[in-house]
């Protein structure tokens, strides 16, 4: 029969070794959930596009231009859909980490944010200088699924850290121990609140 080690040293090294692992499959689930968000957003945005004139150049309608903030904004509600639920997971496996769970939530929300900016754009028609320089004279060449702000990448903290704030703010902790008019949540002494 193998020996255990019961030393604290060998309690925390194994406590340490499951945090990491629980921090490895968060990885992978916010790559995996990310990757399916930017095959989403690379779907529902409305490209616009450029037509190719008798002279060479490109126009694009007033519309098309609004089309392109459009990608961003769609990059932004993804943020705000899917950021809160990884704040969330993040949160329930790690709470017992204090604040640290916080910055897993946040670095777990980044990584599903870069996955759905990446492979959004992967999943799209490719690069536009590629597809225009390839245009013959009357074509109408879409642009690329892409990220016009890059600050819109860190919607995706803001929203997993908003649900993490609220949800811990909320719930109880049950190591909040006694305060000085007893169990913390228990009228004060005298009785009344």
């Known amino acids: 029969m193998a020996q255990v080690e019961t030393s604290p040293r ?3 090294l194994a406590r340490w070794q499951e945090i990491a692992l629980w921090a490895v499959l ?3 689930l916010s790559v995996i959930v990310g990757a399916l968000v930017g095959l989403f957003w690379a779907n529902v945005v409305t490209l616009p596009a450029y037509t190719v004139g008798e ?6 309608p007033e519309r098309g231009l609004v089309a392109i903030f459009g990608m961003d904004v769609w990059y932004g509600l993804c943020a705000l859909l899917v950021g809160p639920g990884l704040g969330l997971v993040a949160w329930r496996w790690f709470r017992p980490l204090g604040w640290a769970s916080a910055l897993l939530a946040a670095f777990s929300a980044l990584v599903a944010g870069w996955a759905c900016w990446w492979l959004g754009e992967f999943f799209g028609p490719g690069p536009f200088d590629e597809r225009i320089a390839a245009a013959s004279p009357g074509d109408v060449v879409p642009l690329a699924v892409e990220l016009h ?4 990448l860190l ?12 949800v811990s703010t909320f719930s109880a902790d049950p190591q909040a121990g006694e ?11 005298g009785g009344q609140s």
């Open 26 to 28: 968060l990885t992978l």
């Open 155 to 166: 919607l995706w903290p803001f929203a997993a850290l908003a649900l993490v704030l609220v």
């Open 149 to 152: 702000g890059w600050p819109a």
């Open 10 to 12: 060998g309690f925390a």
């Open 55 to 60: 002279d060479g150049s490109a126009t694009i």
């Open 179 to 189: 305060g000085l008019g007893g169990d913390v949540g228990e009228p004060p002494l």
